[in-house]
C-alpha cells in the first residue's frame, strides 16, 4: 500500500500557472510508476501524465502536451506536475496514483486499475 497526499492546486486565470505536489509514502518499491489523472463531473476520469519508477519514461495526453510537464523527485518521495498556460478545460480535481508493480505496467492505460489514490486536488482555470 502507497499513501498519497497531493497539493498545490487552486484558482488562477487563463494562461497561468500552478505546480502540484503528491507526496508519497509506504511500500514504493512495489511501484512501477506514477501518474497524474483529473476529473470534472458527468466525465470520464483521463489519464494526463505518467511516468516510470525510474524516471526514465513519460507520457503526456494530447491535450497537455508542451504545457505540463511530470516530475519525480525519488529523495523527496514527491511526483509534480508543473501546469503552463492553463485552459478553462484544465478545470478538474486532479488526482496522483502509484501503478502497483504486475504486468500491466507496461501499458499506462491499465494503470488506474491496479493504483493505490490519493485524494485530489482541486483546480480551477477561468477567464
Known amino acids: 500500500q502507497v499513501q498519497l497526499v497531493e497539493s498545490g492546486g487552486g484558482s488562477v486565470e487563463t494562461g497561468g500557472s500552478l505546480k502540484l505536489s503528491c507526496e508519497a509514502s509506504?511500500?514504493?518499491?512495489?511501484?512501477?510508476?506514477l501518474a497524474w489523472y483529473r476529473q470534472t463531473p458527468g466525465k470520464e476520469r483521463e489519464l494526463v501524465s505518467t511516468i516510470s519508477s525510474d524516471g526514465s519514461t513519460t507520457t503526456y495526453a494530447d491535450s497537455v502536451k508542451g504545457r505540463f510537464t511530470i516530475s519525480h523527485d525519488t529523495d523527496k518521495n514527491t511526483l509534480y506536475l508543473q501546469m503552463n498556460n492553463l485552459e478553462i478545460e484544465d478545470t478538474a480535481v486532479y488526482y496522483c496514483?502509484?501503478?502497483?508493480?504486475?504486468?500491466?505496467?507496461?501499458?499506462?492505460?491499465?494503470?488506474?486499475?491496479?493504483?493505490?489514490w490519493g485524494q485530489g486536488t482541486r483546480v480551477t482555470v477561468s477567464s
Open positions: 496514483a502509484a501503478a502497483k508493480l504486475g504486468a500491466w505496467c507496461y501499458d499506462v492505460r491499465e494503470w488506474s486499475e491496479h493504483s493505490d
Open positions: 509506504g511500500y514504493m518499491f512495489r511501484v512501477c510508476g
